[in-house]
């Protein structure tokens, strides 16, 4: 879970926040709903703040406006954490 994820770097709480909210409007759980479909990057809307056309979560989701740009800031902040220009540092595994 991208939270998890998250949580294990001992971010600040408003930066955890902040990147909680960014994940919520962008309607993912785990990193691999916002990679590439053979796990080696993430997918560049991601980076942007907008939400991945071809997918779409069946969960009913909280209705989050978009967040504003200092939490986008944030959250591509933490997915530097992981990656680099999208290219993951640790490709996913089979699924």
Not at 11 to 24: F, G, M, T
Not at 37 to 60: F, I, Y
Request: hydrophobic share 40%; with cysteine; aromatic share 10%.
């Amino acid at each position: 879970m991208l939270m998890d994820l998250a949580l294990s770097y001992n971010l600040s709480p408003k930066v955890l926040q902040a990147i909680n909210i960014c994940r919520i409007y962008l309607q993912v759980l785990t990193l691999s709903d916002i990679s590439s479909a053979n796990g080696t990057t993430l997918l560049s809307e991601v980076l942007d703040g907008q939400r991945p056309l071809d997918r779409s979560s069946t969960l009913h989701w909280m209705n989050q406006v978009r967040p504003p740009n200092k939490d986008w800031a944030l959250w591509r902040t933490f997915l530097q954490y992981f990656s680099r220009n999208t290219k993951l540092f640790s490709p996913l595994g089979p699924w």
